[in-house]
């Protein structure tokens, strides 16, 4: 999610909190862009470097701003890449920015922390994302309207995060508010084929005969996948790529191999 500098509304050259005046800064809208290109050809070792060096400049003319859109952008990176060291390091200035920046109340700063708890339970700590996850929801709760796509993807993360903790019925219905929210929303259809495996995992993990659960949530995620409804595009790849281990790991091994090549089609296409 790219933060526009001008929504965060800091005073840079405010006496009182030592910053000195910002004279320059990033080019967040070019670097998303590029962001983008490399994203859409799944070329993640140049990301990487991307948002290395333009966080490294962004320190260094104490453009808070843009480092912030660019620590946002590292958390879902870091997730996909699975480097645990940088994802949880940029959770921790994540959260330190939103409160140098003023706007843990905004809608912007709490899909950063939405962002932050996302990397925290993906990275082992679920039990410190629930705080995180109740202080979005407050924000979210209060400004954005309740069939909005951004609390379908807080539905969907919190539910991961209390499935790790073994609430499972919480998590179950974190799950459903989530379906009910994605199937109404355009370009909503692919986030529901995630929430249909993470549901099968949910069944698997809380129910004793559960092959049957299983088996039903699975055939939910691939008629969606599989469906004209749903846009083959560069986000579609990545939920191919997401969802294809959940396929193998439950035996579905064709169906699987078939994500994963639908995956790469469309990156070595873009």
């Not at 910053?19 to 670097?31: A, G, H, L």
């Not at 104490?62 to 870091?78: C, K, T, Y």
């Not at 996850?133 to 069939?147: I, R, S």
């Amino acid at each position: 999610m790219m933060i526009d500098n001008e929504d965060l509304k800091f005073n840079f050259g405010c006496a009182s909190c030592g910053y000195k005046e910002v004279k320059r800064r990033i080019p967040v809208s070019r670097i998303i862009g590029k962001l983008d290109e490399l994203l859409s050809k799944n070329e993640m070792e140049e990301v990487t470097r991307l948002l290395d060096n333009w966080r490294r400049e962004a320190i260094e003319i104490g453009d808070l701003s843009g480092e912030l859109s660019i620590v946002n952008e590292q958390l879902g990176h870091f997730r996909k890449v699975q480097n645990r060291d940088a994802g949880l390091e940029s959770v921790e200035r994540s959260i330190e920015l939103v409160k140098l920046l003023g706007i843990e109340n905004e809608v912007s700063g709490a899909t950063i922390l939405l962002n932050a708890a996302t990397t925290l339970k993906a990275f082992g700590q679920p039990e410190k994302a629930l705080p995180i996850y109740d202080k979005t929801y407050t924000v979210y709760a209060e400004k954005l309207d309740k069939n909005d796509a951004r609390f379908g993807g807080f539905f969907n993360n919190k539910g991961l995060t209390l499935q790790d903790l073994c609430r499972f019925d919480e998590a179950k219905e974190c799950y459903d508010k989530a379906l009910e929210i994605m199937q109404s929303v355009d370009g909503g259809l692919a986030d529901c084929a995630v929430t249909y495996v993470n549901i099968a995992h949910l069944f698997e993990k809380s129910m004793e005969d559960n092959e049957n659960a299983v088996n039903s949530a699975l055939e939910k995620a691939q008629k969606i996948l599989d469906g004209d409804e749903i846009e083959r595009n560069s986000y579609y790849a990545f939920v191919c790529s997401k969802c294809a281990p959940s396929f193998d790991y439950f035996g579905f091994f064709y169906y699987a191999n078939e994500l994963k090549e639908r995956s790469k089609r469309i990156y070595e296409g873009a």
